[in-house]
């Protein structure tokens, strides 16, 4: 498996500056402007006060927002404007706060009767932006993403059929617990990525964290978040954090 690397922090507050700084390192690696800088964002609860961040006066001129594109990692179906949505909260927190081109935003077009086009148009929106060679996966430079106390990521719930997609990019996914439909990007895409970073924060996801990092395989989709050759990074807080081993927390 990849250099896989946790980094515990005392709180949300410093895993998500560390994860800003993160960001800002591998934008600013970027050259110029046919170089593009892409990142996919997904929703929740955690990634909020680090797209806050990223969105703050103190980053204003540290990203070139310009030469970035922005994807998302999954979402809701539900309207922009629904407290739900991933891509409001993104709008909210981030896009409402930085100068990047409209074009250079791929929003999951939700709203679209047929799911399964809305994806095909979003492929096509990773084609274009990240322009993979003929047969192979488009390559994002970094993906933020989450991971639930079930131990879901994306929109990668245990027991739902996207679990198994190798061929989609995106893809529907029916949730049956939350009885719903979201869209989401599959493990094909997710592990063609430069550079994966989880943030992970609360004590309900303790018991889940552990065993994701330190238990058998196979149990839990985050465990399934494996770059090909890209890096794997945890930033999680204390509270996450405190029933890994000493060994894991380095
Ligand atoms: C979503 C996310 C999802 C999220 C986890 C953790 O659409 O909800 O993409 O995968 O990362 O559910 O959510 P919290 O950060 O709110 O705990």
């Not at 196979?218 to 050759?229: E, H, K, L, Y």
Request: net charge positive; aromatic share 8%.
């Amino acid at each position: 498996m990849n250099q896989r690397t946790v980094r515990v922090f005392p709180t949300l507050q410093e895993v998500s500056r560390a994860a800003a700084a993160h960001f800002e390192k591998l934008a600013r690696a970027k050259p110029g402007k046919k170089e593009a800088f892409s990142c996919a964002l997904s929703g929740g609860l955690t990634p909020r006060l680090l797209y806050q961040i990223l969105g703050s006066d103190a980053f204003a001129d540290r990203i070139r927002w310009e030469n970035a594109h922005l994807f998302q990692v999954d979402e809701r179906c539900v309207p922009a404007d629904h407290p739900d949505s991933n891509y409001g909260m993104i709008r909210e927190t981030l896009l409402s706060r930085v100068s990047i081109p409209d074009s250079h935003v791929h929003r999951m077009r939700v709203e679209m009767e047929d799911r399964d086009e809305a994806c095909r148009q979003y492929a096509k929106e990773l084609s274009r932006a990240l322009r993979p060679k003929e047969g192979e996966l488009p390559r994002l430079d970094m993906v933020f993403l989450g991971m639930g106390p079930d131990g879901h990521t994306a929109s990668l719930f245990p027991e739902s059929e996207a679990l198994e997609e190798r061929t989609l990019w995106v893809r529907p996914n029916y949730i049956a617990k939350l009885q719903t439909y979201r869209l989401t990007l599959t493990f094909p895409v997710l592990n063609a990525a430069a550079d994966v970073v989880f943030l992970v924060a609360g004590a309900d996801k303790a018991r889940t964290l552990r065993q994701v990092l330190e238990g058998p395989l196979g149990r839990f989709p985050a465990q399934r978040v494996q770059p090909t050759s890209g890096r794997l990074s945890w930033f999680v807080d204390e509270a996450a954090a405190h029933l890994l081993s000493s060994a894991l927390r380095g």
